[in-house]
């Protein structure tokens, strides 16, 4: 059973970068064809899909994002990261990582993706 669990800073100065890395167990980021995806809800509002990296490295990204993040992995750590450039309060939000078997680039329910870590508090304020 793959287990994904995202770590990080709970508190951001607006402009600054935010990172978040999502740490696998139970499986390979580098075995078996999945995509690995961050994802974030912020309050009251619905999840978001923010971008996902595949075994082979290959990254896509939602186009509002685009300009301001970048994912990455670390396969000798089993990891990904998520880098979240120029924040603001609006990018306050509780992010998650989890996994799928096809590209999700719109998130109708938490079931289209089989594993999920357990989300973390990110607040941008000074």
């Known amino acids: 059973q793959v287990q994904l669990r995202e770590s990080g800073p709970g508190l951001v100065p607006p402009s600054q970068t935010l990172s978040l890395t999502c740490t696998v167990s139970g499986g390979s980021i580098t075995t078996s064809y999945y995509y690995w995806s961050w994802l974030r809800q912020p309050p009251g509002k619905g999840l978001e899909w923010m971008g996902s990296?595949?075994?082979?490295?290959?990254?896509y990204y939602s186009p509002p994002l685009r300009s301001r993040t970048s994912i990455s992995r670390d396969t000798s750590k089993n990891q990904f990261t998520l880098q979240l450039t120029s924040v603001t309060p609006e990018d306050t939000a509780v992010y998650y990582c989890a996994r799928s078997q096809i590209l999700i680039v719109k998130v109708t329910t938490r079931a289209d993706f089989g594993s999920w870590g357990q989300g973390t508090q990110v607040t941008v304020s000074s």
């Open positions: 990296i595949t075994l082979g490295g290959s990254v």
